[in-house]
C-alpha cells in the first residue's frame, strides 16, 4: 500500500479480555516498530523488528505484551488479560532497509486507539 | 540515558509570524535529533534531523531547526506562519547505542490563528 496500515483504528474492550492490532507496512520496509503513546504524552519504544525476527523488544512492558512478524511483512501486536492501563494509541512505524536507525525517518501509520473498560 | 523535553505544551502564535517550538536534550555523547509533526487523525510524519555538521537545518514545509551543543537545544523554527502548520509537534532523539530506538518527547500543540 502508499503508507502504513493499521487495523482496526478504534477497539474498545473489556478488562481481562485479548486484543491483537495489526500493523501492514509499506511495501519493501524491512524494519517495523510498535510504539505506544498514551494520552499527552509522545510516543515510548515497544517492540523492533528487522524482517522476520524480534531485533529488540526491550520495551513491551510485560509478559502480556507480544509481537510477532512471521513473514517479514504484517506484524501483530498482541496483548493478553488487558488492563485498564493499556489504554492507549499504539502506533506502527515502518522503515526502508538500513533501518530508520540510518536516515531517522520513520513512516508511521494512524495509530489503534485501544480503551479498556 | 538519552531524553528529549518539550517545555511548551502549547504554543500560540499569529498566521505570518515566525514561531518556534522548544526542544532541549540530555546525551551523554553526540546527539541524533528529530521533528516529527502530527497532524489530526493522521500518522506522524518525518520533518528534519540532525546527524552532523550544519548546525541549522532545513526540512519539510518550510520549517528548520538549529542545534545548539552549549544549550543542548534544537528548536523548531519558521519565518512566516500558516494556519495550515496548526499541529502536534515532537522532538526525538536516537538511542546511542540501538539505532532502532528513538525517544520522543511529550509533544508540542501549535495554535497558529488567522
Known amino acids: 500500500g502508499a503508507g502504513v496500515s493499521q487495523t482496526p483504528s478504534n477497539k474498545v474492550t473489556e478488562k481481562g479480555k485479548y486484543v491483537e492490532l495489526r500493523c501492514d507496512p509499506i511495501s519493501g520496509h524491512t524494519a517495523l516498530y510498535w510504539y505506544r503513546q498514551s494520552l499527552g504524552q509522545g510516543p515510548e519504544f515497544l517492540i523492533y523488528f528487522q524482517g522476520t525476527g524480534a531485533a529488540d523488544d526491550s520495551g513491551l512492558p510485560n509478559d502480556r505484551f507480544f509481537a510477532v512478524r512471521p513473514e517479514g511483512s504484517v506484524s501483530t501486536l498482541k496483548i493478553q488479560r488487558t488492563e485498564r492501563g493499556d489504554s492507549a494509541v499504539y502506533l506502527c512505524?515502518?522503515?526502508?532497509?538500513?533501518?530508520?536507525?540510518?536516515?531517522?525517518?520513520?513512516?508511521f501509520g494512524e495509530g489503534s486507539r485501544l480503551t479498556v473498560l | 540515558a538519552q531524553s528529549v523535553a518539550q517545555p511548551e505544551d502549547q504554543v500560540n502564535v499569529a498566521e505570518g509570524n515566525p514561531l518556534t517550538v522548544k526542544c532541549t536534550y540530555s546525551v551523554s555523547g553526540n546527539p541524533y535529533l528529530f521533528w516529527y509533526v502530527q497532524y489530526p487523525n493522521r500518522g506522524l510524519q518525518f520533518l528534519l534531523k540532525?546527524?552532523?555538521?550544519?548546525?541549522l537545518v532545513k526540512g519539510s514545509y518550510g520549517f528548520e531547526a538549529e542545534f545548539n551543543k552549549s544549550q543542548t537545544s534544537f528548536h523548531l523554527k519558521k519565518p512566516s506562519a500558516l494556519v495550515s502548520d496548526s499541529a502536534l509537534y515532537f522532538c526525538?532523539?536516537?538511542?546511542?547505542?540501538?539505532?532502532?530506538?528513538?525517544?520522543f518527547g511529550s509533544g508540542t500543540k501549535l495554535n497558529v490563528k488567522p
Open positions: 512505524a515502518s522503515s526502508s532497509p538500513g533501518g530508520g536507525g540510518n536516515t531517522g525517518e520513520l513512516f
Open positions: 526525538a532523539v536516537r538511542d546511542l547505542y540501538n539505532f532502532n530506538k528513538f525517544y
Open positions: 540532525y546527524i552532523t555538521g550544519d548546525n
